[in-house]
């Protein structure tokens, strides 16, 4: 049988929209509208696995990205506060999250905010670069990030319970239990964080800023008969965090952030079911699915509110796959419907978008050569419909060598807050807005040297983004806007990535990027370093009953916006360059018994002065002490 049927097979039951059955290492499940083996993807990614996140003891999913290539990170102070991702230079709209296949974006913003997502019983984290819409629709201009939280295993029970505190006065407690039978399984999880923070705000006495955090998760599946199954999640996130805001009234702290009594409280709801169906000896898949994602978001200032937002998403499908071979070659075939409803409730109404997209792929498989095309048409309500698409090839040359390309388009479609106007008498909506339309491409090599103890991955990619929504003015209503740019917006760049095992106990991981990411101007995009680099380290020793790590991140100086003479430069901010600044980060573990292990870490070492947005401090020196337990 061609080499691609048996693993089609194998892999059907784990789709990304449902993304709840075990996943196994070398599979990726959001590289196709079915999962994909790692070497026959020609995208570029990476994998974050669950025992990489437990090994650097990582709190935030965001810190576990900063090693990613091609990824930049900008957090507002301390950890807990709004916290963008961005992707080879895009914007951080521009990028896809999805938690257990439910897209998670806030719906005003189209954006999702990483400050209070917890490392909590995750599988893994699955980073695809480069514009994936062909396969996902809007937003999925500049890649993808897909978080898997764990499943529980069939036959087996399982259960954990960690807590850590910090010298930031933190306290964060997490616990697991799993269980599975013969034909279900059903995993439970939460966590609590809680943190007098740090000071964020550059001007006047210390004020701390903290956070709290309540995370549930809960998974289950069930397989009634042999050829179907069912399942769903549930995931609860109630956040509060503390934060400082920017002066504007034209005094001596003008444009600087200064201490107040503010939170932003958010609220998380998502939900998710599917059907799965095998038929034709599991050569003819079928799969529907419904997900629902409430997303709450309310700033306070001095205990009254300055404004808030409150939306839905209700997005379903169905697709059907099909497996066939022609001589040794071999083909998947995947076609589908995504419907979706967005709503969106604030202090200027409500609004609601529908969409509908017809997407289609095949994949082929022949010898060392893996082919993937895509394409998909999306009918919009609200604003032009759009038609995307994408190919990929995965080639291996010889042993230990993988050529890998991919080229394809992407598009954003307009915020609400962008069509529909947010703050009365202060910005004004564009309902004529088009959505952003990327054309994107890269080539890359993967090596492998001392039978697969040595990999390193060298990747160019370019792209070419059209239609840029930008700050605008509009002359009869006297207000600000957001229009689209004319012009080319052009991101180019060079992911490097390193992973090695030079001596037994010892794995060493490192990545560099280089991004020129600038608008039609010419002048560089905000908040995208044009250098990121970082290098981390792993000994296991005593058996593998203890761990020793360190890591170290570099991100280069980045253009940010002054707002200190706003005024006086007739409502026009100054372009600012931020600092580069280097982290190091420690850790250790040892297992005390086979259910009980210590552990600790040290972040910001050398207590490094770092601001990733103008006007906010990161934290210092901080160092956390824990306990897990598993049986």
């Known amino acids: 049988m061609p080499r691609l049927v048996p693993a089609i097979l194998a892999l059907l039951p784990v789709s990304a929209a449902a993304q709840t059955a075990t996943v196994l290492p070398d599979i990726l499940v959001t590289a196709g509208r079915t999962p994909a083996s790692a070497e026959a993807v020609g995208r570029s990614y990476t994998v974050i696995t669950a025992e990489e996140l437990d090994r650097r003891q990582v709190t935030h999913v965001a810190d576990a990205l900063r090693q990613v290539p091609g990824l930049a990170v900008s957090q507002a102070g301390t950890p807990g506060s709004v916290t963008q991702i961005r992707i080879r230079g895009a914007e951080g709209n521009h ?49 993808v990030i897909s978080i898997i939280t764990r499943a529980a295993a069939r036959n087996q029970t399982r259960r954990g319970v960690a807590v850590e505190t910090g010298t930031d006065g933190s306290v964060m407690t997490r616990a697991f239990l799993h269980h599975g039978a013969e034909s279900w399984d059903a995993a439970l999880s939460a966590a609590f964080r809680r943190s007098d923070g740090h000071d964020i705000a550059a001007t006047g006495p210390e004020e701390k800023e903290g956070e709290r955090n309540l995370t549930l998760n809960a998974r289950v599946n069930w397989d009634p008969l042999p050829w ?5 999640t549930l995931r609860h996130v109630d956040r509060v965090a503390e934060t400082d805001g920017f002066d504007f009234s034209g005094g001596p702290l003008q444009g600087l952030v200064i201490d107040e009594v503010s939170e932003n409280d958010q609220r998380e709801l998502f939900l998710s079911g599917f059907a799965r169906a095998e038929s034709l000896g599991g050569r003819l898949n079928h799969e529907l699915r419904l997900e629902y994602a409430d997303v709450f978001y309310e700033s306070v200032v001095n205990g009254a509110s300055s404004f808030a937002s409150d939306g839905y998403r209700l997005a379903g499908g169905y697709q059907a796959s099909y497996v066939f071979e022609t001589g040794p070659v071999s083909h998947l075939v995947t076609g589908g419907i995504d419907l979706k409803r967005e709503v969106n409730r604030a202090s200027t109404g409500s609004q609601t978008r529908d969409s509908l997209g017809l997407v289609g792929e095949w994949r082929m498989a022949w010898q060392d050569l893996d082919l993937t095309a895509g394409l998909r048409h999306d009918f919009n309500d609200a604003f032009r419909d759009a038609t995307t698409w994408s190919v990929a090839a995965s080639w291996r040359l010889r042993e230990g060598t993988r050529l890998h390309a991919s080229i394809g388009t992407g598009i954003t479609n307009p915020t609400f807050i962008e069509q529909f106007g947010f703050f009365p008498g202060s910005f004004i909506g564009n309902p004529a807005l088009a959505p952003e339309r990327n054309f994107g491409w890269d080539v890359g090599v993967e090596q492998s040297f001392l039978g697969g103890r040595l990999v390193v991955d060298a990747t160019y990619f370019n792209n070419r983004l059209t239609d840029e929504i930008v700050p605008g003015f509009d002359p009869v209503a006297g207000l600000p806007t957001s229009v689209n740019a004319a012009g080319t917006s052009p991101r180019q760049g060079v992911e490097l990535s390193l992973t090695a095992i030079p001596w037994e106990g010892m794995t060493l991981s490192a990545a560099y990027t280089y991004t020129l990411s600038q608008d039609a101007a010419g002048l560089a995009e905000l908040r995208r370093p044009r250098h990121v680099a970082s290098l981390a380290a792993d000994q296991a020793f005593l058996g593998g009953r203890a761990h020793v790590g360190a890591e170290v991140i570099y991100t280069g100086s980045q253009i940010d916006l002054d707002y200190r003479n706003f005024f006086a430069n007739g409502f026009v901010a100054d372009r600012v360059r931020l600092s580069p600044f280097v982290v190091v980060n420690l850790t250790a573990s040892y297992q005390l018994t086979e259910t009980l292990r210590i552990q600790g870490r040290v972040e910001n070492l050398f207590d490094a002065d770092r601001v990733e947005q103008f006007g906010y401090v990161a934290p210092g020196v901080t160092a956390w002490l824990g306990l897990r337990a598993a049986f």
């Open 95 to 143: 990028m896809l999250v999805l938690i257990d296949g439910v897209e998670v974006s806030a719906i005003a913003t189209g954006e999702y905010d990483f400050g209070g997502l917890i490392v909590d019983d995750i599988e893994r984290i699955e980073v695809l670069r480069g514009p994936q819409s062909a396969l996902w629709g809007s937003n999925a201009t500049a890649g």
């Open 228 to 232: 179907l199954s069912l399942g769903g």
